[in-house]
C-alpha cells in the first residue's frame, strides 16, 4: 500500500492504525503498573532488584532502538521498508509477554536473572514493532491538522491499552490467584490481545515508495539528528514527560494501597483518569488548530502540576470524589502530554529533511522510541531504589518514613520532572510559521538551508 495522502485517512484506517500504539501501550502499562507490584508482592523480589530488572533490560536495549530506525530506513521490500516488520515481530512479542508473568521457585539470584532476561527479550521483540510503526506517523500524515488528528486517535487507543493492562491483576485473580499460576494465565490471554491486532496495522499502514537510501551509517546519521537543534528540544521534553508518567503509573498501585488505604480505589480511579484522557482529546484537537503546539503541551502539563499538589496533601479520610476528581484533571494534562510530541515529531522530521537533503523518518522515531523506553525505565527504578532506601517491605505495613516516600515519588517527582519538560517546550522553535516555510522548501525540492534559530 503506497502513495495514500492525509485526504486518504478515514477514520476506519485511523483506528486500525492505531492499534499499533494500543499494544505497545498495553504491555509497557503492564510494566509500569502491575509488574513492579507482581514482582515485590507476588514473585518475591526484593524491591531494589525489581526496578532494576526493567532497567537494565531497557539499558541493554538502548542502541537497539535507533539501529532499528537506521535499518527500517534502508529496507528494500517490495511492500515497504517498515510494515514487514509487523509480521516479523507479533509471534515473539506475544510470547515474550506471557513469559513475564512465570515464578520461578528459586533464589533471589535466580528470579533477578530470569525476570531481567525475559524483560531483555520483550524490549527486543517491542523494538522490531514499535520503531517502525512510530516512523510512519509523519509519513501517513503530512499536513499539521492530520498530524494532530492521527496521533490523537493514537493516543486514544493506547488510553484503552492502558486500561486494559490494569485488568491484568483482577484477571489473574479470577483464573486462580498467584498461588495458582493465575497470572501467567492472565499473560497467556494478554499475549494474544498483543500479538493479533499487527495484521491489522499492517494492513492499514502505507508507505511512500520508492525512497531514496541514504549513503551514511548509522553513527553518521546520529550524528545529524544529534545535531539538530530542534530534535534535542523535542526529544528532552519528550524524556521528562515520560518519566513523569511512568514514575506515576509505577507507584500508583502503593499510593492506593499504603497512603491512601484503599486499594480497592486503584482501578476506579484509574478508568476516571483515562476516562478523562478520551474525552479531553476533542478539545486538546480544536486548540491545536489555533494555538502553537508548544503552548499547548505547557498548558497540559501545567494542567498537570496543578492537579497533583492536593494529591500530596490527601489522606484516608478525603472522600471518593474528590480524588476521583484530581485524576479527571492529572488526565486532562496526561493527554498532552503524552501525544502532543509525537504530533510535533513529524515537523522536526521535515526540518531535518530540508536541513540534510534525505529523510530519516526511522532513524528520528528510533531515538525517540528509546528515550520512550528509557524514561519509563528510569521512572520505574526511580520508584523501586526509592521505596527501598525508604525501608519498603513487601507484604507488611510501612513505617513512617516509606509512607512519606510513597506520597513524595507520587506527587513531588512527577511535578518536578514536568517543570522541567515546560522550561524546554519554551526554547521549542518549530512554530507554524516555520512549519509553512519548511514544507514550500520541501515541495520546491531545495537544497538543505541552514536550521532555524
Not at 84 to 113: E, M, N, Y
Not at 360 to 380: D, I
Request: hydrophobic content about 55%; proline content about 5%.
Amino acid at each position: 500500500m503506497s502513495g495514500r495522502n492525509d485526504a486518504q485517512l478515514t477514520t476506519s484506517r485511523k483506528v486500525g492504525f492505531a492499534l499499533g500504539d494500543h499494544t505497545i501501550t498495553l504491555a509497557q502499562s503492564a510494566l509500569a503498573l502491575v509488574y513492579l507490584f507482581f514482582l515485590t508482592e507476588v514473585a518475591g523480589l526484593r524491591a531494589d532488584l525489581a526496578g532494576l530488572v526493567v532497567w537494565v533490560a531497557r539499558a541493554v536495549d538502548a542502541f537497539t532502538d535507533p539501529a532499528m530506525g537506521h535499518v527500517s530506513d534502508r529496507m528494500t521490500w517490495k511492500v515497504g521498508r517498515r510494515r514487514p516488520f509487523f509480521l516479523i515481530g507479533a509471534i515473539p512479542f506475544g510470547v515474550a509477554f506471557a513469559l513475564l508473568w512465570w515464578i520461578p521457585a528459586d533464589s533471589q539470584a535466580t528470579k533477578f536473572l530470569y525476570y531481567t532476561a525475559v524483560s531483555i527479550g520483550l524490549s527486543l521483540s517491542m523494538t522490531i514493532l514499535a520503531v517502525p510503526y512510530f516512523a510512519l506517523l509523519p509519513e501517513m500524515a503530512r499536513s499539521d491538522q492530520e498530524r494532530s488528528s492521527l496521533n490523537a486517535y493514537r493516543t486514544a487507543a493506547a488510553v484503552v491499552g492502558t486500561l486494559a493492562a490494569v485488568g491484568l491483576q483482577p484477571l489473574a485473580a479470577h483464573l486462580g490467584g498467584p498461588d495458582d499460576s493465575g497470572y501467567l494465565k492472565a499473560g497467556v490471554v494478554f499475549a494474544c490481545w498483543l500479538a493479533v491486532p499487527w495484521l491489522i496495522v499492517f494492513r492499514v499502514a502505507s508507505e511512500e515508495l520508492p525512497v531514496e537510501r541514504s549513503p551514511l551509517g548509522v553513527f553518521a546519521s546520529l550524528g545529524l539528528v544529534a545535531r539538530h537543534r530542534s530534535y534535542r528540544v523535542l526529544a528532552g521534553l519528550y524524556v521528562m514527560g515520560r518519566i513523569a508518567i511512568d514514575v506515576t503509573g509505577a507507584v500508583l498501585l502503593f499510593y492506593f494501597t499504603h497512603w491512601l488505604g484503599r486499594p480497592d480505589d486503584f482501578a476506579p480511579t484509574l478508568v476516571v483518569l483515562f476516562g478523562a484522557v478520551i474525552l479531553s482529546l476533542p478539545l486538546w484537537l480544536v486548540l491545536a488548530k489555533r494555538l502553537e503546539k508548544k503552548a499547548i503541551f505547557v498548558l497540559g502539563a501545567s494542567i498537570w502540576i496543578v492537579a497533583v499538589v492536593p494529591l500530596a496533601l490527601a489522606g484516608s479520610t478525603w472522600p471518593r470524589w474528590s480524588i476521583f476528581s484530581l485524576a479527571a484533571l492529572i488526565g486532562i494534562g496526561y493527554a498532552v502530554v503524552d501525544f502532543m510530541p509525537w504530533a510535533m515529531l513529524g515537523d522536526v522530521v521535515d526540518e531535518g529533511e530540508v536541513m540534510n537533503g534525505s529523510r530519516r523518518e526511522g532513524l528520528y522515531a528510533g531515538v525517540f522510541t528509546f528515550l520512550r523506553k528509557l524514561g519509563g525505565a528510569t521512572g520505574v527504578a526511580f520508584v523501586g531504589f526509592g521505596l527501598s532506601v525508604a525501608g519498603y517491605v513487601p507484604g507488611s505495613s510501612q513505617g513512617p518514613v516509606t509512607l512519606v516516600a510513597v506520597r513524595a515519588i507520587a506527587t513531588a517527582l512527577p511535578a518536578a520532572f514536568l517543570a522541567i519538560a515546560i522550561t524546554l517546550a519554551w526554547r521549542y522553535r518549530v512554530t507554524r510559521s516555520a512549519q509553512a516555510r519548511i514544507r514550500l522548501d520541501l515541495a520546491a525540492a531545495k537544497k538543505p538551508v541552514r536550521e532555524l534559530r
